[in-house]
């Protein structure tokens, strides 16, 4: 049971502007607590505030605060972590609502009590994942997005806004209000939460990129959906201490660069670094330099060069920043005179103040040039200068990350189309098919938003335009983003090139790209061309942008443009032009691109807080659509039998009180054999659902038509559809398949299906699953259904060459036990095929980190880690999964 906080007598209190509040001054503990990097400063404090000797244990305080020592411990030291508050988005946040709405009939079926299945941890959620860009390079494309996103996902937002009325705590923010993160930035960031206790704000969310508010100095990243539902109902988050990288950052940018240019360079070299589980903490005089809006772009893409956090503690840059977007002074003054009394503000000016970190890394961020990344993963950086030469070696390349494998006939190859303007247009290898300006990476930052619509006016102002066929828009991270590009001007000029604002969500960035022309479609099928994508986005993983753009580059705002302008990727800005004028003159890229002075200068002069204001006072109203909605009541939710979106998940079926002892598997199958860095995009896609897919067989069962089917993303809410979109990506490279795809073998009957009928067939014949993986297993977004989708198809345990840290704790949390190849060993090494069987025994005293023996063919073994990384971890496994776990707590 709880008991009395054994750290009460640090507790202190201050005066603010006339009023008295309390807060736990942590300064007391001495010099060990001046050494901590400012982001474990945050983790102490929650450990101080929350001690109960319960959850939060008096070794945790102490583990902390001995951070120096233990952060190199063999295995690390587990500590439990309270955050303030949780932060969903749509996609994420509807199963964890459904979740919740499940585990109230469960608790109900099982004799408790089923309103304590409430958030007691403050939940805000933010309805963007939703919309597509199913109309664009017209007027009408932001009504017709928005009215086609109400059609298509009426059910989901009935039930989120049952939701927001049937549990407390819980804040929806409606469609069309903007993308999580940046609303997260701009609104509901706390800082220091201002109540009678002051303490420090800091986030988990069910998103990846929640890293995003590490840039105004809130401690934040992602977890699973399935931990952050834990997190909601009250519970601390178990955690290995972290070791901190501190980043060094000298010099000033050059006046032509972009902060994604600086994003995507750090995260290149963060990435060959190597800092998975590590926290990431920025210092050094050209920190200074760099704006809130620069720092959130660079801590946004911290899941891509695999940090937990890239933190940027509080500065007076921070404070300027939130008088900006309209927080009031008095509460700006509370977060000062806190952060200052409490040793948590920074100086970034003021060596003195620099903490202690496990390593030290620098950058001059003079040497960073103009950059993309890709053609298929975030943190294979470019330089433009270099940009023509690498696509070109990428085609020739064998196929992989940095390689397409043609061959020397193939490298020529064409197409031409006729379009619906009543012209043919002729397409090749880099050509673009999609420009979008999207995303919360870059959208969230004026001097990129801006310097995008300033190049667009220099481009129609010489004559310049965009071919009719390239798929181009702009999806605004929030409403102030529109509100200061038309105050500015550069509207006009944006949607003359064909950048009509098409949405307020992620749009092309994950996924909701939406569809492109038949013609051009076929054209580049048939001819087997490398079409190109460019967005502003954070991920560029093959098949999440669009089936048909085999290359995709991440790029700031300017250069989407530039390339859209170009209308290739298979260019030397340098050399060549991007048109001519009307004389016949040429224009270059330098001739149209804006110095950092002139958007310096309009953005002055544009965004102000009257327009934060104006935009979020009324972001919780939500659009007539939304308000006209009418929900159900009470506080059990009546599941409609008949619904494709909303479904009653089967994980609680048959649950009793009592547990069951943890079991291993015995003589499981493999369902798939697969390699390095497959993501969660190839695990559970987000995006559209094929015509010939199980789940298209499913929903057209069910009276549904193919311009029905939504997209998975938007069918989280329904296990049914989920589990047959399980590794549906059509880039999934299974090795017991003959071709790329959702397919697999079974075995022993050697025939080839699909992965969910093979599934099902296993199931039918009660046989266990498992799956074979190498490295990087579960990389990109926190998805819970990459989790759950395995779970429901059977799959007992996962054994992979490594993990990324998101996922594996899913798995854990869905009950499914995760395995680690010891001694460099792998699925190549050891000659497996997919045609064993495997058994795995668990000992009843099974301990975190255990290495237990795998049979095969109960002939040959070879031995694993078992990573089950903390005793709480083990706890799940043994109540069938964190939410189980949950359920028997209330009871």
Request: proline share 5%; net charge negative; charged share 20%.
């Amino acid at each position: 049971m709880a008991g009395p906080n054994p750290y009460s007598g640090l507790l202190k209190s201050i005066e603010i502007n006339g009023k008295q509040f309390n807060y736990y001054d942590l300064t007391q503990l001495g010099e060990k607590y001046d050494r901590l990097p400012y982001s474990v400063r945050v983790l102490l404090e929650s450990c101080v505030r929350n001690c109960d000797n319960f959850q939060v244990l008096d070794k945790d305080v102490k583990n902390v605060l001995d951070w120096e020592k233990n952060q190199n411990v063999d295995g690390g030291v587990e500590i439990a972590f309270k955050p303030a508050r949780v932060i969903l988005q749509d996609l994420t946040g509807v199963p964890a609502v459904v979740d919740f709405a499940a585990m109230r009939d469960a608790v109900k079926d099982l004799g408790g009590d089923a309103q304590k299945i409430n958030p007691i941890c403050p939940a805000d959620l933010v309805i963007d994942h939703s919309v597509q860009v199913d109309f664009a390079r017209t007027p009408d494309a932001l009504n017709k997005n928005q009215e086609l996103e109400f059609e298509r996902n009426k059910e989901r937002f009935q039930f989120l806004k049952w939701g927001a009325q049937a549990f407390d705590n819980m804040l929806i923010v409606p469609p069309g209000s903007g993308i999580v993160h940046q609303v997260n930035l701009e609104y509901l960031a706390r800082v220091v939460f201002t109540g009678d206790l002051l303490h420090p704000d800091s986030v988990v969310g069910t998103d990846s990129h929640t890293t995003m508010i590490n840039g105004l100095g809130v401690v934040g990243w992602g977890v699973g959906g399935i931990e952050a539902e834990a997190v909601m109902l009250g519970q601390a988050i178990s955690m290995l201490l972290p070791k901190v990288v501190g980043y060094k950052l000298v010099g000033e940018l050059n006046p032509l660069v972009t902060s994604t240019d600086l994003v995507l360079t750090i995260t290149k070299h963060l990435r060959a670094l190597g800092v998975v589980g590590k926290f990431v903490e920025f210092y050094g005089p050209g920190v200074s330099a760099l704006s809130i809006a620069d720092r959130a772009t660079v801590a946004n893409m911290c899941p891509e060069f695999g940090a937990t956090v890239a933190h940027f503690p509080v500065d007076e840059r921070s404070l300027q920043y939130l008088s900006q977007t309209n927080r009031s002074k008095e509460k700006i003054d509370i977060i000062e005179a806190y952060l200052r009394a409490t040793k948590q503000f920074r100086d970034y000016n003021n060596p003195e103040q620099d903490p202690i970190f496990s390593e030290v890394v620098e950058l001059d961020l003079s040497t960073v040039v103009t950059s993309v990344s890709g053609p298929k993963r975030p943190h294979d950086r470019v330089s433009v200068s270099d940009m023509q030469r690498d696509f070109r070696e990428c085609l020739n390349n064998k196929v992989g990350f940095k390689g397409y494998g043609l061959s020397p006939a193939q490298l020529s190859s064409s197409g031409s189309f006729s379009y619906s303007d009543g012209q043919t247009y002729s397409i090749t290898h880099g050509s673009v098919i999609i420009a979008a300006i999207t995303s919360c990476t870059n959208t969230s930052n004026p001097s990129v938003m801006l310097g995008a619509g300033l190049l667009a006016k220099k481009a129609v102002e010489n004559g310049l335009s965009v071919l009719p066929y390239i798929k181009t828009s702009l999806s605004p991270g929030s409403g102030v983003v529109t509100y200061y590009l038309r105050e500015s001007g550069v509207v006009p000029y944006l949607e003359k090139l064909g950048f009509n604002i098409v949405g307020y969500g992620c749009m092309t960035c994950i996924g909701n790209s939406g569809p492109i022309d038949d013609n051009i479609a076929n054209t580049i099928e048939k001819n087997e061309l490398v079409c190109c994508g460019v967005l502003s986005g954070n991920r560029n993983f093959e098949g999440r942008i669009h089936p048909n753009t085999r290359a995709n580059y991440l790029a700031s705002p300017l250069l989407v443009i530039a390339y859209a302008l170009a209308g290739t990727v298979d260019i030397d800005f340098e050399k060549q032009p991007l048109g001519t004028r009307a004389d016949g003159s040429p224009v270059f890229l330098r001739d149209i691109w804006p110095t950092r002075a002139e958007i310096q200068e309009v953005e002055n002069k544009h965004v102000i807080p009257g327009m934060f204001k104006e935009v979020y006072e009324k972001i919780e109203q939500g659009s007539p659509s939304w308000q006209a909605l009418s929900v159900p009541q009470g506080k059990l939710y009546g599941w409609d039998p008949n619904s494709t979106y909303i479904k009653r998940p089967p994980f609680f079926d048959g649950m009793s009180r009592e547990l069951k002892p943890p079991q291993g598997v015995q003589n499981a199958r493999c369902l798939l054999l697969l390699g390095d860095s497959v993501t969660t995009d190839h695990i559970s896609p987000a995006g559209s659902i094929a015509r010939n897919s199980p789940a298209a067989r499913y929903l057209a069962a069910r009276g549904l038509t193919p311009r029905e089917f939504n997209s998975y993303g938007s069918r989280r809410g329904n296990d049914a559809v989920m589990s047959r979109g399980t590794f549906a990506n059509i880039r999934l490279v299974n090795k017991m398949s003959a071709t790329a795809g959702p397919r697999t073998t079974h075995h022993p009957s050697g025939d080839a299906m699909d992965i969910f009928d093979a599934a099902d067939r296993y199931a039918a014949e009660n046989v266990p699953l498992i799956a074979v993986v190498g490295k990087d297993y579960g990389s990109g977004s926190s998805r819970d259904w990459a989790a759950k989708g395995p779970y429901l198809l059977g799959i007992k345990a996962v054994i992979a060459e490594s993990f990324e840290r998101i996922h594996r704790s899913n798995l854990v949390g869905m009950g499914i036990i995760p395995l680690q190849f010891t001694g460099g060993q792998s699925a190549d090494s050891l000659g497996l095929t997919g045609a064993e069987t495997f058994t795995i025994n668990l000992p009843e005293d099974i301990t975190p980190g255990a290495i237990i023996d795998v049979h095969v063919n109960n002939s040959k073994t070879f031995q694993v880690k078992v990573r089950f990384d903390t005793e709480v971890d083990l706890t799940y496994f043994r109540n069938g999964g964190i939410l189980n776990y949950m359920i028997r707590k209330m009871l």
